[in-house]
């Protein structure tokens, strides 16, 4: 499977958002991570709709948005109309029949949808959502913060998930050049990255060696 490589831009400048966005466009990048908080589901928050409008019309690489947020079937079609090509919401967040809805409403609008799971839920608890969706987020740290330590359970679930689901595995938190290799072996294929790509001094030798 050919590896993809989602910038996560919680980590970018986002006093010249576009500038960063064309950097790491040129550097390679696949996709762009964009990283929803509510304060709610997660300590920490970030942005909403309207700057995901803006960051789709700076950038003609599809826009991968991770919704950190709790009601998901709430907002999720907000996200939808601002431009993204990808929505991914949270397990611990959604009941089977919101996600059911979720997925209707996608696919009728050609957007992906992905299920993430935090550290601390196995992926028993996904199971029954795997039919729905198009790629699974497997979260290898607490999501809120970028710059934060690889948690290595990750790498297990990435295996279990690896022998029961053949489409997407992406990774997100502390990836880097040598957690990559890891989760890679591991059965991943879209690795997102915040703090190793746009902390790196050369934007294309961070994503070469990540891929
Ligand atoms: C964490 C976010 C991640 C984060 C990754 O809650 O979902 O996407 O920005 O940042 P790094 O790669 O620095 O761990
Ligand atoms: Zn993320």
Known sequence: MKI???????SADFSCLSA?????????????????????????????????KYISSATSLPLDVHLMIENPAKYFLE?????????????????LKELATIAKVLKKRKVK?????????????????LPLVDFVLVMSVNPGFSGQVFIRGALSKIRQLRAIFKKDIA????????TAKQVKNAGANVLAAGSYIFGAKNTKQAIDSLR
């Open 4 to 10: 993809k490589i989602a910038p996560s831009i919680l």
């Open 171 to 178: 990774v997100d938190g502390g990836i880097n050049n040598i």
């Open 20 to 52: 960063e966005l064309k950097k790491v466009q040129a550097a390679g990048a696949d996709l762009i991570h964009v990283d929803v908080m509510d304060g709610h589901f997660v300590p920490n928050i970030t942005i909403g709709p309207l700057v995901v």
């Open 113 to 129: 949808l992905g299920i993430s799971l935090n550290p601390a839920t196995p992926i028993a608890k996904i199971k029954k959502a």
């Open 79 to 95: 996200f939808v109309n601002a431009g993204s090509d990808m929505i991914t919401v949270h397990i611990e967040t959604v009941s």
